[in-house]
């Protein structure tokens, strides 16, 4: 109820009469439906009203929250519901999630209700989920420990004949027993050559002896994400790649250790990324140095060269991931969930890092 409560506001200060939120993460976050169709209306005052499909009709009686609930029958659907209550025949002004809504159903509305101004909105529910509660905070902890339990699992289980698909499949095995509700994303096992793919998901490429193998993998506890990479050693590997280790290693630690609250994010990104350039592998490091996290795996702010509007603020969760990737070669990549405090900043992850580990 506290999250509408502030959105409504947002809405109210936009000027606006209702925000239309279309993106599922954002609904469940919300209102916690966790179902896969279903459209929200936030008027700026009133109480919420979502629409959804008779496959939910049970679901949402256990699950949604502050909201009016509308159940589309059978040879119906949401859009239809929308012009048969006439929900909209009031309203002067409706938002829309820009980013998030599809063609169909924003051709649909400027169609069906011409009085209405459509309204293109960035940022609104997003500008809620990037500051966590210390609640959310415990939550997005305990999604950090599965994975660091997964990591320490599974890292016990590799050996040199494994394919990558078979190390993801225990990863995503161990997820599921740990306690995580899903995947967070597509696992990337990426070992040889591979590593120097920055989203290197497996294949049945099988692991060999004296090569990296990059491991990027999180999951999902009660609608909340973790993130993490660790980049191990199948054996002894070149002193190049030892080297590039190191440099990864040492970039990353020192941004984390300069990280706080009033920071922007390019700021973040230049901590990281100077010292790899130093170095002299600057060109080798082509992504950000890393992202929001929380309800979805990637939230703002991006933390790269463009971000100079985003101000890091306590209680932001990000994620700090610097790599370096020698194509033909090999490739490192370190990545830690981390708290933004004012005066510091506070690891979720905490899987060792400080040497290469050799399996």
Same mark, same amino acid.
């Given at each position: 109820?506290?999250?509408?409560a502030?959105?409504?506001?947002i809405v109210k200060?936009k000027?606006?009469?209702?925000l239309?939120?279309s993106?599922?993460?954002h609904i ?5 439906y ?5 459209l ?5 005052q009133?109480?919420?009203h ?5 496959r939910?009709k ?5 699950? #949604?929250? $502050?909201?009016k609930? =509308? ?8 859009q239809d519901?929308? #012009?048969e209550r006439?929900l909209?025949s ?5 938002g829309?999630?820009?980013?998030h809504? =599809? ?10 209700f011409?009085h209405?101004?459509l309204v293109p909105?960035t940022?609104?529910v997003?500008k809620l989920?990037?500051?966590?509660? /210390?609640?959310?905070?415990l #939550?997005m902890?305990r999604a950090? /420990? ?5 990591y320490?699992?599974v890292t016990?289980?590799?050996?040199? $004949?494994?394919?990558?698909n078979e190390?993801a499949?225990?990863i995503a095995?161990?997820?599921r ?5 899903r995947?967070a ?7 040889g050559? !591979?590593s120097a793919l920055p989203?290197?998901v ?9 090569e990296?193998?990059t491991?990027d993998? $999180?999951c999902?506890?009660?609608g909340?994400? =973790?993130?993490?990479?660790?980049t191990?050693?199948?054996? !002894?590997?070149s ?5 590039i280790y /190191?440099i990864v290693?040492v970039?990353q ?13 390019r700021?973040?990104d ?5 010292y ?7 060109s080798k490091?082509g992504h950000?140095?890393?992202h $929001?996290l929380g309800?979805? #795996?990637h939230?703002?702010p991006?933390l790269n060269?463009?971000?100079e509007?985003?101000?890091?603020e306590p209680?932001?969760v990000?994620t700090i991931?610097?790599?370096i990737?020698?194509?033909g070669?090999?490739g ?7 708290v933004?405090r004012k ?6 992850t905490c =899987?060792p890092k400080?040497?290469?580990?050799v399996?």
């Amino acid at each position: 109820m506290a999250r509408l409560a502030k959105l409504q506001r947002i809405v109210k200060e936009k000027g606006l009469d209702a925000l239309l939120v279309s993106h599922l993460p954002h609904i469940q976050y919300l209102i916690n439906y966790t179902g896969s169709n279903g459209l929200l209306i936030v008027p700026a005052q009133g109480k919420p009203h979502f629409f959804t499909d008779f496959r939910y009709k049970a679901q949402v009686k256990q699950e #949604v929250i $502050g909201a009016k609930i =509308s159940i589309v029958e059978r040879d119906r659907n949401i859009q239809d519901a929308l #012009v048969e209550r006439q929900l909209f025949s009031d309203y002067d002004s409706l938002g829309f999630e820009k980013q998030h809504i =599809s063609y169909a159903l924003f051709d649909f509305l400027r169609t069906k209700f011409r009085h209405v101004k459509l309204v293109p909105e960035t940022e609104m529910v997003e500008k809620l989920t990037v500051i966590k509660s /210390e609640d959310e905070i415990l #939550v997005m902890k305990r999604a950090a /420990e599965i994975t660091d339990k997964v990591y320490e699992i599974v890292t016990d289980l590799m050996k040199p $004949g494994m394919t990558e698909n078979e190390v993801a499949a225990e990863i995503a095995y161990h997820t599921r027993l740990q306690g995580g509700e899903r995947d967070a994303f597509n696992i990337i096992v990426a070992s040889g050559e !591979r590593s120097a793919l920055p989203h290197g998901v497996a294949t049945d490429k099988k692991i060999r002896k004296n090569e990296l193998v990059t491991l990027d993998f $999180g999951c999902v506890y009660k609608g909340f994400n =973790s993130d993490m990479t660790r980049t191990v050693s199948m054996g !002894r590997v070149s002193t190049e790649l030892q080297k590039i280790y /190191e440099i990864v290693r040492v970039s990353q630690q020192r941004t984390i250790d300069k990280l706080h609250a009033g920071m922007n994010a390019r700021e973040v990104d230049t901590l990281a990324r100077d010292y790899i350039t130093l170095h002299g592998y600057g060109s080798k490091f082509g992504h950000s140095t890393g992202h $929001g996290l929380g309800i979805e #795996v990637h939230e703002m702010p991006s933390l790269n060269q463009r971000g100079e509007r985003y101000k890091l603020e306590p209680n932001q969760v990000v994620t700090i991931e610097p790599g370096i990737y020698l194509e033909g070669i090999g490739g490192v990549r370190i990545e830690d969930d981390v708290v933004i405090r004012k005066d510091g900043c506070e690891v979720l992850t905490c =899987s060792p890092k400080d040497s290469l580990r050799v399996l």
